[in-house]
């Protein structure tokens, strides 16, 4: 809102302190607020160098990418040796440019760096790198191998697999099996990524059919409006795909809002509301595939590993790999208590 | 040079001669033309959806749907079109649904209960209006800006508020709400808020002196303000009527989705303009009708309905969006200058 | 003057808008290397001929000749390929390009069809400007930057970038200081020596007289005089022909000497700095009160002042012995004013709306419960006003914006009438009414005042003043210099103390 010092502007002002007055008692979030994370202990927890990480990501617009920021600041404090400098998010690819190159003049030891676009921040990751500071490129990729020392992120088509597998598993024995998939936004390439691994999972079962596909955006609303669509299109099916656990609160209010409850659903990302899902087992979510965010946290054992000049523990290797593309896996009911800590609300 | 003239009998009008008895049924019969062209592409649309998905799209429980999902933004387009009819434009509108629907699902709001959450909704709704009006009517600031300003004020607010995290709403009541159980002789709840928004924006519109004000305002603002109108309150109120369309709307919408997140809400503006002016509401104000919007909201809600039977991905949807726009307001064009 | 044919021939030329008839066959020819200037009164027509002239309107009938030879001018570029040049009044330049790139603007200099050649120019603007006795002016600047003089002065070298053998001048000195107005008519000077015909419109008969050649005066959209002598024509005989009336109307009779009751209106001291100077008024019940003078002297400034919509720089105006509140139309309306605005479609009408509408929205409240309107009831009361009025067609659903122009008026009166308001300020209330619905328009004003409102005036046309008014205050640069009954007056009195004073008379 622009600035106002008028006798107008005070009684704007009053006005909207007024509202806020009244509603300010039901803005606070508290609600025993743990971060998701993983208490798997790091690589080497021995003490070593004193190392500064510098950390940039996206504005946290998501629930995921908020628990990427989580991971990265609770790992970090796991590590007496560790200082992490942690920017401002931003969606802006020139504010966050910027903000790189502060870190760069600041001279941190490591860089981690989750782009908001991964093309466009190319340029900064290879500054930082010709400066001399290593730079863990964190899920999306830079254009080129240059601009980073390792690349960390999830697997967008094994995502797909994953799920693909799950479902053709289930289904192996069942004739004719239909099968649906409610996607991500369409705009994105990993969307197109994740169906296209779902495809090729399913091509394993000559039984199963991917009878409707409709794409939402991520988010509660359209995952609601898309799927009870679906619902009113397709009477019968047998298993559901939903990529992303967000948009999955509302696909799973669009269900129990149409009635329905003779399919398997599988989703995708590992949100905490899924998790608990899945371990009451009182809806159609059998299954989610992850797309961790304790790869922030992992990023950070990485950087921190470069900074000591240290490798992976359990690698035989000397220095860190550089790329690590996580697995893809399938959490049911079987395995949830294992994961529950890592969701992400 | 000069010469005598005697006072002439009447001046008829050299335009329209025979305007006497023909022209008041030129002017119904072009509101109905507008409307007839619009139930025209509904029809087409229904008829389309009915030859490619008969049982799914034939169905009454695809009519609930249809009409259910048309209802959030069926009651953002009505608050809308009083802001168009009156020459103004509200870009916040998506932005104040996201932030009252945040706002009302957090964890220290819902431990008031349905009311809290319902009252939340509905005074952050009308408190953000109330800023978008007072900055118009009493800041002259262009309606543009000022709730361009407030798109991103309130959207920023939002994040800030939910950390970009779901809100989960665990109030039975309202939960309840959204569900098969409770629709009222096989009418769901949210449809009939939608129908009760639509009936009062219909008659304050067509049958009160707040309508004629707006209208007034938006078709000549200096002519209504020397006939003796307060056009900077009439302002001010069109933004809280606004404002308060998207508190409700965003309540329905937690009910509908059971839970609130700060991505609400996304592009509301558009498609609400768009289903106005679709309708046959001037963008540049004068002319607005409630009728119409509600119908562009139906034409758009029911294209999505059968692109989604069809299985038509999102790309080919879009296409069609935008198709529809242009035909319809050329067709509106067409009918508005030859009656 | 020399043998050969007129530059310029328009006869007959016919251009009407919904509700009015702007030009009714106005003929206009101008010779090559005469400065011609046009002059009326506001609404005259003179726009709208020009508009003509440069093909930004098309006549409905009429035709133009230029060269001797008849002519189509079907867009604003075709005007400009025959050489015919405007440079409108609102001067149309865009503000963000440089002076250079304006002058150019739609015919730039490019090499190969696309490629604009910059540096060309600037240079040959610069001539141009050089020319124009601007040689200050950087073709490389932004015109947003310039004063409004030198705004024109770009305007001009626009024209003149064409090949131009007429440019039309829209009151090109209305902006201007007394120096700049010097130089402006040197360089129309120069222009005319070099055979470059001038139509110069302006509303100062002085600067008519210094460069004029000849005179074609516009009123009511007909040219009611054509080719006068610009230099030795007397301006009494100027302004009786702008001001005058080409037929005589039957006004309505004055009724006989009454005592008023005390007045509604009283007006003390209202000023407003720049417009008009302090001015002291009393309106009674059933008197019509007349403010006559030029344009310029300040009388729509006092109607609006009085109505609220312009804050008074001091003074105060009573309604019934109480203070309205000062820049309040909404205090003003509810003390019983109402006005019926210059610009009847600007600030008056609402053009997509019915008669009905446009006539009840003043009184709205009166026909609603708690909001809520009383259509029925509405449409009635508001026909009951239109009949008393005999506006036709007496159709209240008709939209307003298909009625003529005086029944367009009508409609307005009909929002005071029915509004019950009791001091009705009309501003030119014949503008834009054809010329035979006058009589009808004077006898329901005259009605209205006997029906006990009191009515303020404002014309630009004298006889209308002394033919309708009981009482006429005339106006000179915002002062009142006179105030008599208006039998004490007669047009050419009046026409003295309007001009008394100016150079030429």
Redesign the interface.
Known sequence: ??E?TSR??L??GT??VS?GV??T???????SDEPAANDQPAADDKPGKQVTIGFAGP?????W??AINDNAKNRAKKYKDVTLEITEGSNDTAAQIGQIETLINKKVDVLVVLPADGKALTQVGLQAMRAGIPVINLDRIFNSPQAYRCWIGGDNYGMGLSAGHYIGEKLKDKKNARVIELAGL?NLELTQQRTDGFDAALKNYPNIKK?????A??????????M???L??Q?KFDALWNHDD?QG??AL?AI????RDDFLMVGGAG?L?AFQAIESDDSVLKATVLYPPTMAASAIDLARALGQSKGVGGLAEFEIPASLTLYSAVVDKDNVKQYMSTG?? | MTQPVSPPRDDTPKLSPQAEPGSWRTVAARADVRTLSLLGVLAALILIGGITKPEEFLDTRNLQLVLTQASVIGVVTVGMTFVITSGGIDLSVGAIVALASVWATTVATQEYGFAGVLFTAVLVGVGCGLVNGMLIAYGAMVPFIATLAMLASARGLALQITDGKTQIVSIEGILELGERDSYVLGVPPLVMVFAVVTIIGWLVLNRTTFGRRTVAVGGNAEAARLAGIDVRRQRLYLYLLSGLCCGIAAFLLIVLSGSGQNTNGNLYELDAIAAAIIGGTLLSGGRGTITGSVLGVLIFTTITNIFALNNLQSDVQQIAKGAIIVAAVLVQRRTASTT | MAPEPPLLTMSGITKSFPGVRALDGVDLDVLSGEVHCLLGQNGAGKSTLIKVLAGAHQPDDGTIGWRGEQVTLRSPIAAMRLGIATIYQELDLVEGLSVAENVYLGHELTTAGFVVRGKDARTATAALLKRLGHPEIDPARRVGELSAAQQQIVSMARALSHDVRLIVMDEPSAALDPDEVDNLFRIVGDLTAEGVAVVYISHRLEEIRRIGDRVTVLKDGRAVAGGLPAKSTPTREVVALMTGRNVEYVFPERPTLRDLPDPVLEVRGLARDGEFAPLDLTLRPGEIVGLAGLVGSGRSEILETVYGARRPSAGEVLVDGRRLKPGSVRAAVRAGLGLAPEERKAQALLMLESVTRNVSVSSMSRFSYAGWLDRSAERDAARKATRELSLRPDNPSAPVRTLSGGNQQKAVLARWLLRGCRVLLLDEPTRGVDVGARAELYAVIRRLADDGLAVLMVSSEVPEVLGLADRVLVLREGHVVHTAPAQELDEHRVLDLVMEGSPAS
Do not use: I, W, Y
């Not at chain 1, 129990?256 to 009635?259: C, D, L, S």
């Open positions: 809102m622009p106002l107008r502007g009684l704007f006005a909207a509202a009244l509603l008692g039901c803005t606070s979030n508290d609600s504005q946290a617009d998501h629930g990418l908020n369409d009878v409707a596909r409709q794409a955006e991520f988010t509660v609303e359209s995952g609601q409006a898309k009870s669509q679906l009113q299109a009477s967000d609160v509302g209010r129990k809002q149409a009635g949100a509301s992400f609300k």
